[in-house]
Nanobody, 123 residues
Framework: QVQLGESGGGLVQAGGSLRLSCAAS????????MGWFRQAPGKEREFVAA????????YYADSVKGRFTISRDNAKNTVALQMNSLKPEDTAVYSC????????????????WGQGTQVTVSS
């Protein structure tokens, strides 16, 4: 079992920045690829970013590429999502997730999920 908990969400104006953090406990954190997903009201959950166990491979949705950066600290069992140049359409509940599977862009690939943190971007 892996337990995940997000923090860092909040309300920010368009163009601003937020940094989300996800703390993991349980099994060996470094064994897992970590991902961030988001879900806006009335919409399906969508992939945002993912990072392999070593941190050397990262993946981004086209909608956030160049604005968001995912990183991890295996010594501290944390993964972060730095979000810059935020837009109102980034408003959603953001969740971190963990997987040992090869695929990273589908929510079905992930076995463990956090409870989510709300990000609201005002125009």
């Amino acid at each position: 079992q892996v337990q995940l908990g997000e923090s860092g969400g909040g309300l920010v104006q368009a163009g601003g920045s937020l940094r989300l953090s996800c703390a993991a406990s349980g099994r060996t954190f470094s064994d897992y690829t970590m991902g961030w997903f988001r879900q806006a009201p009335g919409k399906e959950r969508e992939f945002v970013a993912a990072i392999r166990w070593s941190g050397s491979n990262t993946y981004y949705a086209d909608s956030v590429k160049g604005r968001f950066t995912i990183s991890r600290d295996n010594a501290k069992n944390t993964v972060a999502l730095q979000m810059n140049s935020l837009k109102p359409e980034d408003t959603a509940v953001y969740s971190c997730a963990a997987t040992r599977r090869v695929g990273v862009r589908s929510a079905y690939e992930y076995d463990y999920w956090g409870q989510g943190t709300q990000v609201t971007v005002s125009s």
